[in-house]
């Protein structure tokens, strides 16, 4: 696998070279952190949803800290349809924060200095980007 000079896309492949799959760390860490987010998904049928939704989000956070070709305009996107899950604003940003926390615990001494401060700068760029969005669909209604 060929390293990348981006420090997040970086913390996925070490990620990846030492767990097959981020879905079930991700969620149950979701869950204990978030216990009300559970409710929203339904009890049937919403695994393959959930895996989808957490591939979507890191595709949308390597492109934002990437080359921005678009899709990470999914943030935006999803901020006022995850109003109809029920899904709070904060709610919807922690999300983000679980990810870089899971990727921390896999990680363990190979997060190092600079991935950390690369997520920071990230997790503050993304809270940004939402609550903007908020603003504006504030202001349309
Ligand atoms: C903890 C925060 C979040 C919760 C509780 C949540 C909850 C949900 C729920 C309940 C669904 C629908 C499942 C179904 O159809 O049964 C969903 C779908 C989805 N979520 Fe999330 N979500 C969260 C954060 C995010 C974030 C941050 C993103 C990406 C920026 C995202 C992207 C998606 C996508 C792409 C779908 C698929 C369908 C759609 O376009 O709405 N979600 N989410």
Same mark, same amino acid.
């Given at each position: 696998m060929t390293s990348s000079s981006n420090p997040i896309e970086h913390s996925f492949e070490l990620a990846a070279a030492r767990c097959d799959d981020l879905t079930p760390i991700v969620y149950r860490r979701l869950f204990r952190e978030h216990p009300e987010a559970q409710a929203m998904f339904r009890t049937d049928g919403s695994e393959p949803v959930k895996g989808a939704m957490l591939a979507l989000t890191i595709e949308a956070i390597l492109d934002f800290v990437g080359e921005r070709s678009g899709r990470f305009r999914l943030?935006?996107?999803?901020?006022?349809?995850?109003?109809?899950?029920?899904?709070?604003?904060?709610?919807?940003?922690?999300?983000?924060? /679980?990810?870089?926390?899971?990727?921390?615990?896999?990680?363990?001494?190979?997060?190092?200095?600079?991935? @950390?401060?690369?997520?920071?700068?990230?997790?503050? @760029?993304?809270?940004?980007? /939402?609550?903007?969005?908020?603003?504006? /669909?504030?202001?349309?209604?």
């Open positions: 943030i935006e996107c999803e901020v006022s349809s995850h109003d109809a899950y029920g899904t709070s604003r904060e709610l919807f940003l922690a999300f983000f924060a /679980v990810i870089a926390d899971s990727l921390r615990e896999i990680l363990g001494e190979q997060w190092s200095a600079e991935i @950390d401060a690369a997520w920071h700068k990230a997790l503050a @760029d993304i809270e940004a980007v /939402v609550l903007q969005q908020t603003h504006l /669909v504030d202001k349309r209604a």
